[in-house]
């Protein structure tokens, strides 16, 4: 038995108490029946029912498209239309509101069953991916690493606001763009052109770390130093549809690392107060000195002279055999790491592994960023070993990463456009770059939406302070839904249904507004009303025409009679039985 409370809007009672029998044998809770389009607003709003089925044709001012798209600037919830007619003018005017289904009269008790609960089941789908779209939202905007994302040709197609900052660039005059010319990376000290992670994570299909000392050139010439990786974006089937590069400015921490090698006063007090694990080895990977990080609950004097592995509880160095000892042990990524910089003098920035740890007993697999630098140390030279434990940060940068491709997915299939902001648009998407025709025009997002009106309305009100009315009506916490004329970037007027609602961001009250264009909607209710007009002038002609015909027999019959002929024509009653009965034609 379903849970699900249903809303039946028909004006007629026999076919209404009809599919209130059929849902109830169907195991669903009797149903709300309501008979017109006035009241099905009304009572939508106050019964919140969890699907409605809306016969479109009712009797009263509304019918059940126009008391559809009233309910749907109330509420959120599926709407079925019933129809005794397939005609092709009520499903595209029907089609404007977005139906989750359109089923013709009669329905069979069956088909009517299935496709409630897919309707059910799609919008509670749709639900889903609105809170998964505001949660992804609300972590892009709060993450501190900078994120682009692109195509398979290296085309940007995504930027958080911390990219934008770092790069100089917008996300819309970036989009489009190549990466190489947004993300322009060279050699700190000479200033070569370094390799782009993104490019070839595309073409390996796998993790790739920034180069050492590298510095992103920003859009207005000046120089940051960065670091972090780029990943392939990979669907189920693991075809690569583009790359994400995650990154940040490092250029404080690069002068903190410098000033580690001059000063050994800055070097000991930034070791021991460095928020990631340090250690000081040797080739043998012996551990000389550790940082506090690495304490933990352990004695200074249990843990220096021991290996590499046992200060991080390698799952090999917790075995009877100990830190290389066991049969893995040539294999360590860790060891092969800092080895290879004994043998090449090249330190490793920001190299990330994955290990098996062991706490309490308990196996833990972790991913660890690990930099290596050999430092000259007399006879002996040592590694000072840097880790940071990025298992979370992976994770959630993985999650990132595909949700970033149904996110973009959504956001670009949108019909109507979508602007976000408060005095001025601070995001939209593309429909919205279309709809004010500013592709090339200056950014949207220096523009306010009394930018984008004529400065009066076609009911006379100043644009300026209706919309400031609206907007502050919205930010009280009532969403607002109205027509508006806007003007696009040539002039050119238009038409549009707004619906405007309040959201939260970092505790700071926001507008989210939603536009859909009716000028063509309206054109067309315009010339609905004027071809209506005409077919009743035009049958108001016949049925005069029609009239005088009889009038004129009738006469002739009289004068026939008066001269003691036989009538011509039939009686008057046989001919106006006869007559071509005109009627107005129903238009729906």
């Known amino acids: 038995m379903s849970n699900n409370q249903i809303m039946i809007v028909e004006d007629d009672i026999i076919s209404a108490e009809g599919l209130k029998a059929k849902l109830q044998d169907m195991g669903y809770p009797e149903p709300y029946v309501i008979h017109s389009g006035e009241d099905a607003v009304k009572m939508a709003v106050e019964l919140q029912p969890d699907l409605i089925l809306m016969d479109i044709k009712l009797f009263g001012e509304l019918d059940g498209i126009d008391a559809a798209q009233k309910i749907q600037h109330s509420i959120d919830k599926p709407i079925i239309y019933l129809t005794s007619y397939s005609d092709e003018a009520i499903m595209q005017r029907a089609k404007i509101t977005a139906p989750f289904s359109y089923m013709v009269k009669p329905v069979r008790e069956r088909e009517l069953h299935i496709t409630i609960e897919m309707a059910l089941y799609r919008?509670?789908?749709?639900?889903?991916?609105?809170?998964?779209?505001?949660?992804?939202?609300t972590v892009l905007k709060s993450i501190g690493d900078a994120v682009i994302a692109t195509d398979t040709q290296a085309r940007i197609t995504f930027m958080n606001n911390v990219a934008e900052v770092l790069t100089g660039w917008s996300i819309q005059d970036a989009s489009g763009r190549n990466l190489v010319e947004i993300f322009n990376i060279v050699n700190n000290s000479t200033g070569a052109p370094a390799e782009n992670p993104a490019i070839?994570?595309?073409k390996e299909g796998r993790i790739v770390g920034l180069a050492n000392n590298t510095a992103l050139i920003r859009r207005d010439g000046s120089r940051i130093i960065i670091d972090d990786s780029a990943s392939p974006i990979q669907d189920d089937k693991g075809i690569i549809k583009?790359?994400?590069?995650?990154?940040?400015?490092?250029?404080?921490?690069?002068?903190?690392?410098?000033?580690?090698?001059?000063?050994?006063?800055?070097?000991?007090?930034i070791f021991n107060n460095a928020p990631a694990l340090m250690m000081l080895i040797d080739r043998k990977g012996t551990v000389y000195r550790v940082n506090k990080y690495a304490m933990e609950d352990r004695d200074i004097d249990y843990i220096i002279g021991q290996q590499a592995g046992d200060i991080i509880k390698c799952v090999n160095a917790m075995s009877i055999a100990g830190c290389g000892n066991g049969p893995d042990c040539p294999y360590c990524p860790l060891r092969n790491m800092f080895i290879n910089s004994f043998d090449t003098g090249i330190p490793i920035k920001n190299a990330e592994i994955v290990m098996?740890?062991?706490?309490?007993?308990?196996?833990?697999?972790?991913?660890?960023?690990?930099?290596?630098?050999?430092l000259p140390m007399g006879a002996k030279d040592k590694a000072l070993i840097t880790i940071n434990d990025i298992t979370d940060k992976k994770q959630l940068k993985q999650a990132l990463e595909e949700s970033e491709k149904k996110y973009a997915s959504i956001i670009e299939m949108a019909g109507e456009a979508i602007i976000f902001g408060k005095d001025r648009l601070t995001e939209y998407n593309r429909k919205a770059v279309e709809m004010f025709g500013l592709t090339d025009s200056p950014k949207l997002s220096e523009t306010s939406v009394f930018m984008l009106s004529p400065e009066q309305q076609p009911d006379g009100d100043e644009s300026?302070?209706?919309?400031?009315?609206?907007?502050?009506?919205?930010?009280?916490?009532?969403?607002?839904?109205?027509?508006?004329q806007f003007k696009k970037a040539d002039g050119t007027l238009f038409d549009a249904e707004v619906a405007l609602s309040k959201v939260e961001v970092d505790n700071q009250p926001m507008i989210l507004s939603i536009i859909r264009d009716i000028t063509e909607r309206k054109r067309?209710?315009?010339?609905?009303?004027?071809?209506t007009e005409e077919l009743e002038i035009f049958n108001k002609v016949m049925v005069d025409r029609e009239m005088r015909i009889i009038e004129l027999k009738e006469e002739v019959n009289i004068l026939c009679r008066h001269l003691g002929q036989k009538p011509i024509y039939d009686p008057v009653w046989q001919s106006e039985s006869k007559m071509r009965k005109i009627t107005y034609p129903e238009i729906y």
């Open 464 to 484: 300026y302070k209706k919309y400031t009315h609206l907007t502050e009506e919205t930010l009280k916490g009532e969403p607002q839904y109205f027509e508006w």
């Open 123 to 137: 919008h509670k789908m749709e639900q889903q991916l609105k809170m998964r779209e505001k949660w992804l939202d």
């Open 242 to 269: 583009g790359a994400v590069l995650i990154f940040r400015d490092v250029t404080e921490q690069k002068k903190s690392q410098i000033q580690i090698e001059e000063t050994a006063v800055e070097l000991d007090t």
């Open 524 to 531: 067309a209710e315009g010339e609905l009303r004027n071809r």
């Open 356 to 374: 098996s740890t062991v706490n309490e007993n308990i196996k833990y697999p972790k991913t660890l960023l690990v930099s290596c630098k050999i």
């Open 200 to 202: 070839r994570a595309l």
